[in-house]
């Protein structure tokens, strides 16, 4: 195993627990609305996506280029989107806490 | 080793994750943190398009084009009822997307004969979890959007050939890993520059240099057809897994896979060296898995109990609940509930999944109003997992403005029930089935549910007598002290309001 793998291995678990921790106590309430924003952050692999279609060669590699790029794309914005939309309703007048079961 | 620029941005775009995942856990700062995690993921897109010398932008604009205009017009206009779905299908996205740059990857790489084993490890990983991911939400949008039966699907031997496509994966990952040209060389030592790198080497060469020990890697080259091999099984579980799941499971197993491509976007980050995406998706990873456990907890329902009791399979209705000992339902007119719901002294109503189609929750909060005007004391009971996803009531009725104050849980409005006059059932079913605590055949059996029928009376609003999401009949609707008021449910909320006011 290289050096660089361990490190990132040690990025790894550290983010695991950094994961587990922030949403701990978390309301049913916000189960959806956090289940989504999540699923947009997960959109992260568009970051991958690029590096890799930015060197594909022509023309098998771009027509998967553009396709991994689309899905990983419609992933971030309709994710981050769609939260926003969910999350909207929680604005409510008068100022919403959530009562605690 | 210098620190480049994107390093910066990349470790800048985590925290900006960590930040916003962490205000998503309060109704107040949500929706802040919501878009401080856009604003991470824009610094990421940014920097890795400034700093990576990119030759075919075209690819990538048509590609982040389409996407966004897509997804944007997607979430824009998907109905807040079909939002399951629509992060179902956002999930799916974002797997296949992975599975193909761990594929890209592999490929580009396999020219080059130069794939050190933990590198063939990440790559099959993030590629195998991506297509699970991917094969797997693309059936749970069709089972939600109900293209196929929302009902499991289930045959003989399923369970076998599920676990025999995994033993296919692991064996496979493990040729794959392990097989082709295996011979040992030098790459990262300062010496290596002055010796060949045999990429051509005949199999079984054995190259050995002298040298830093460490720095001997073992190379090889699998074949392309063992790997799409392994991550056609791979995608092929992922349909196997989901189809038999339905009724109020789906919700976990979205949740489930939510945090299955968090792990293959990590992987991706462990091929392609990239911190941001390993922090992101371990992140996605960890949070999605607990909040897997967090929704099954509140159906008291394990994980594996999900993903293999093939929850809802009409196998187990010869019971209490077998069609044919069905007894009559009584219908009531919109006056009868009407005069029933003005003389109470507590209504409890139980909104459902049918309230949210119907658009109804305004028309149920003038209801109430009118009602309590009279001096009715009105409550709402939540149950954990109402509507399709948990919290999705709880967003809907803060929509129509009813008080947060007048909304219970489960465990708190239960006891309540048997002070209850009436309890108001609109467009609720599953959850409030009392074979879930009493017939032990039931495939809901031991689901916690809302003891309506413990209230002196029970009015179920319903479009008609078809059985919930689950496919199960509700034995509540035989109960003598029930009755049915069948239509869309905003139009009989309307209805009632109205009949109340004319009392």
Redesign the interface.
């Given at each position: 195993?290289?050096a660089?793998?361990f490190t990132?291995i040690t990025?790894?678990?550290l983010?695991?627990?950094?994961?587990?921790e922030?949403?701990?106590?978390?309301?049913?309430?916000?189960?959806?609305?956090?289940?989504?924003?999540?699923?947009?952050?997960?959109?992260?692999?568009?970051?991958?996506?690029?590096?890799?279609?930015?060197?594909?060669y022509?023309p098998l590699?771009?027509v998967?280029?553009?396709?991994?790029?689309?899905?990983?794309?419609?992933?971030?914005?309709?994710?981050?989107?769609?939260?926003?939309?969910?999350?909207?309703?929680?604005?409510?007048?008068?100022?919403?806490?959530?009562?605690d079961? | 080793m210098t620190v480049s620029l994107l390093d910066v941005a990349y470790l800048v775009s985590g925290i900006f994750f960590i930040i916003g995942l962490k205000l998503l856990s309060s109704p107040k700062h949500a929706r802040l943190g919501n878009r401080l995690s856009a604003i991470g993921m824009g610094i990421s897109l940014v920097a890795v398009m400034l700093c990576s010398g990119f030759v075919s932008w075209n690819v990538l604009l048509i590609g982040l084009a389409l996407g966004a205009v897509v997804g944007i017009a997607g979430a824009r206009f998907v109905k807040m009822t079909a939002m399951p779905q629509m992060v179902a299908i956002f999930n799916g996205a974002g797997g296949g997307a992975a599975a193909l740059v761990a594929a890209a990857d592999f490929f580009q790489h396999i020219d080059d004969r130069l794939l050190p084993a933990d590198a063939s490890i990440v790559i099959l990983l993030s590629a195998c979890i991506g297509a699970i991911s991917f094969t797997g939400s693309v059936v749970a949008y069709l089972k939600l959007q109900e293209l196929i039966g929302g009902r499991p699907i289930t045959f003989r031997g399923q369970q076998l050939i599920n676990a025999a496509l995994l033993a296919v994966v692991f064996i496979g990952g493990w040729y794959v890993v392990t097989s082709g040209v295996t011979h040992t060389h030098e790459l990262l030592s300062p010496l290596s520059a002055s010796v060949p790198i045999p990429h051509a080497a005949p199999p079984n060469l054995d190259v050995r240099l002298a040298g830093n020990a460490s720095l001997v890697r073992l190379v090889f080259a699998p074949t392309i057809e063992a790997f799409l091999f392994v991550v056609f099984a791979a995608a092929l579980l992922g349909i196997l897994v989901v189809l038999p799941i339905g009724g109020a499971d789906m919700p976990v197993i979205i949740s489930l896979l939510n945090s299955f491509t968090g792990l293959a976007a990590a992987m991706t980050g462990f091929v392609l060296n990239n911190t941001v995406l390993i922090i992101s998706g371990a992140l996605v990873g960890a949070s999605g898995t607990l909040l897997t456990l967090l929704m099954g907890k509140a159906m008291n329902r394990s994980l594996t109990n999900v993903l293999f009791g093939a929850f809802g399979a009409p196998v187990a209705t010869a019971g209490l609940s077998d069609t044919s000992s069905r007894g009559s339902v009584r219908e009531a007119s919109a006056d009868d509930v009407a005069t029933m719901l003005a003389y109470a002294r507590q209504v409890v109503v139980v909104p459902g999944y049918g309230l949210a189609v119907a658009q109804a929750q305004h028309a149920v909060r003038e209801l109430a109003e009118r009602l309590e005007a009279r001096g009715v004391v009105v409550k709402y009971a939540i149950h954990p997992v109402a509507g399709r996803m948990p919290g999705h009531m709880n967003v809907l009725l803060a929509e129509a403005n009813v008080p947060y104050t007048s909304l219970y849980d489960m465990e708190d409005i239960n006891p309540e029930f048997s002070r209850t006059d009436v309890a108001l059932i609109i467009g609720a079913n599953d959850v409030t089935n009392p074979a879930a605590r009493i017939d032990r055949s039931s495939p809901i059996y031991g689901m916690p549910i809302l003891d309506v029928d413990r209230a002196e009376r029970v009015v179920v609003l319903k479009r008609s007598m078809k059985p919930g999401f689950a496919g199960i009949d509700n034995l509540l609707y035989e109960d003598p002290r029930c009755v049915m008021l069948f239509g869309d449910a905003k139009e009989s909320v309307e209805r009632l309001g109205l009949a109340v006011k004319n009392l």
């Open positions: 195993m290289s660089t793998f990132e990025i790894f678990l983010a695991v627990f950094i994961g587990f922030v949403i701990a106590k978390v309301p049913s309430t916000l189960h959806t609305p956090l289940m989504s924003a999540t699923n947009a952050i997960h959109g992260i692999v568009l970051v991958g996506a690029l590096i890799v279609a930015g060197v594909a022509p590699g771009h998967l280029a553009i396709v991994t790029v689309f899905l990983a794309s419609l992933n971030v914005f309709g994710g981050f989107v769609v939260t926003e939309r969910m999350l909207a309703m929680f604005q409510p007048r008068k100022p919403q806490e959530r009562r079961p | -």
